[in-house]
């Protein structure tokens, strides 16, 4: 219960704390707080609920048809003559051995099975994403209180901090929120920028189940370095088993250019998201967020990471600081 009320208070926070720079643009317009959280508020609202009528559903629609179709997608004679009918492949000394000393048909049946496990416990978890309906009410009116509040999340903070600790933390975390609202923003425009990109050159190279491809390359781009490699797996493997070894060639490039084109534009564009996180850290962070809160823990878990770094740096410092004083001193 308690770890319960707790990832709903920091989610509020994190939430309040990702509104925070939309509102402060605002309220440097002579707009009033109020109205511009509630305005903030509104159109992230009508976004939530759009996503859900013209993403959601044809997203599940078309998870589903993966599903049915995928013991067709995947099977060792569909591969095995993807192959026998591609000239290069079929004629390469190492395809062939491996043919012939590797039981295909048993690897692809595993690799069916965890598909269909990991696909069966992300519709789990996405039913369960905010732990309830009344769960997210209270995320979402915890965190209209403390967005609404100037310096609300301090205010609450200082609530809850022993008074010796008091203005330490509320100084930390002054350093942190800034971060962990771009961060927030840098990354939903990134997962939007690379998803639409990813949809619509799948929809061109006729790959099935673009949407469901492209909707994991953007939820793949909240994991540094590896996300779009791993978000390109299953497309590659997907255009070859429908269209051959030249639609996935096709695949290969598309994705290499997508990733090309994030690095040197998108990336320098949002590079505000990254918060002095190196990514074997957020690699870490977003593991452990996963294991031990489900999917929660991955929107909390790069947040909570750079105010621990925080922590940290503070304390090296005044280490640092302690021992050139004790040197100087002698």
């Not at 920028?193 to 929809?203: F, M, R, S, T």
Request: proline share 4%; net charge neutral.
């Amino acid at each position: 219960m308690l770890r319960n009320v707790l990832i709903i208070v920091l989610m509020s926070i994190v939430i309040a704390s990702a509104v925070e720079p939309a509102t402060v643009a605002m309220v440097k317009r002579k707009i009033p707080r109020l109205l511009a959280v509630i305005f903030v508020y509104i159109v992230l609202a009508t976004i939530l609920f759009g996503s859900i009528f013209f993403l959601l559903l044809p997203l599940l629609s078309e998870s589903s048809d993966f599903l049915n179709n995928l013991p067709r997608y995947f099977n060792a004679e569909t591969v095995s003559s993807g192959i026998a009918n591609n000239s290069f492949l079929s004629s390469q000394p190492i395809v062939s051995g491996l043919q012939n000393s590797v039981n295909l048909e048993g690897i692809i049946n595993q690799i069916n099975a965890v598909i269909t496990g990991l696909t069966s416990s992300t519709f789990n978890t996405v039913s369960t994403v905010f732990g309830g309906i009344l769960s997210f009410i209270l995320m979402v009116v915890l965190s209209f209180y403390l967005a609404v509040d100037d310096d609300g999340v301090g205010k609450f903070l200082k609530i809850i901090t022993p008074l010796k600790h008091e203005n330490y933390v509320v100084h930390l975390w002054k350093r942190s929120q800034r971060k962990i609202g771009l961060w927030m923003q840098g990354q939903l425009v990134l997962a939007v920028i690379v998803g639409v990109l990813v949809y619509l050159g799948l929809v061109l190279l006729n790959v099935p189940n673009a949407l469901l491809l492209a909707f994991l390359a953007a939820v793949f781009e909240i994991i540094p370095l590896f996300g779009p490699i791993l978000a390109s797996i299953p497309a590659i493997a997907l255009s070859f088993v429908s269209g051959g070894f030249s639609l996935m060639l096709l695949v290969v490039g598309l994705y290499l250019i997508i990733h090309q084109f994030e690095n040197q534009l998108i990336y320098p564009i949002v590079v505000k998201k990254v918060v002095g996180v190196p990514p074997i850290v957020s690699i870490i962070a977003l593991v452990a967020g996963w294991e031990l809160v489900g999917f929660l823990g991955l929107i909390l878990s790069v947040p909570v990471a750079a105010v621990i770094i925080e922590f940290f740096d503070d304390f090296e410092r005044d280490k640092i600081e302690k021992i050139e004083r004790m040197k100087s001193t002698n």
